[in-house]
């Protein structure tokens, strides 16, 4: 499976953007899907998580009530939409996926994921 992050870029603080996720080579609707990001200096850390139909999602109390991660199986597409930008959330943004057990299934940690997008930058301007 391979994994294709976009979306990235400069935005000012209480600004949006959203991040997509594109892959090819497995069957995507078998999938679930998790965004984790690396802020400067510190490790990589978990963002979001959706399992393989969309309807579960779990996300990192840091975000929650901001960001949005949804999917769309018939695109091979995950997104995450991000609103009410902090400076904090500067960072590299990953997608990776797993193949899921079941359909209610989402993942938090990293090593359960086995396919890792390159990562898109995001720079959150005070």
């Known amino acids: 499976v391979q994994l294709q992050a976009s979306g990235g870029g400069l935005v000012q603080a209480g600004g949006s953007l959203r991040l997509s996720c594109a892959a090819s080579?497995?069957?995507?609707?078998?999938?679930?899907m998790g965004w984790f990001r690396q802020r400067p200096g510190k490790e990589r850390e978990f963002v979001a998580s959706?399992?393989?139909?969309?309807?579960?999602?779990y996300y990192a109390d840091s975000v929650k009530g901001r960001f949005t991660i949804s999917r769309d199986n018939a695109k091979n597409t995950v997104y995450l939409q991000m609103n009410s930008l902090k400076p904090e959330d500067t960072a590299v943004y990953y997608c990776a996926t797993k193949e899921a057990s079941s359909s209610i299934r989402f993942y938090i940690e990293q090593y359960d994921y086995h396919y890792w997008g390159q990562g898109t930058q995001v720079t959150v301007s005070s």
């Open positions: 080579g497995g069957t995507f609707s078998r999938y679930a």
């Open positions: 959706i399992a393989r139909t969309g309807a579960i999602t």
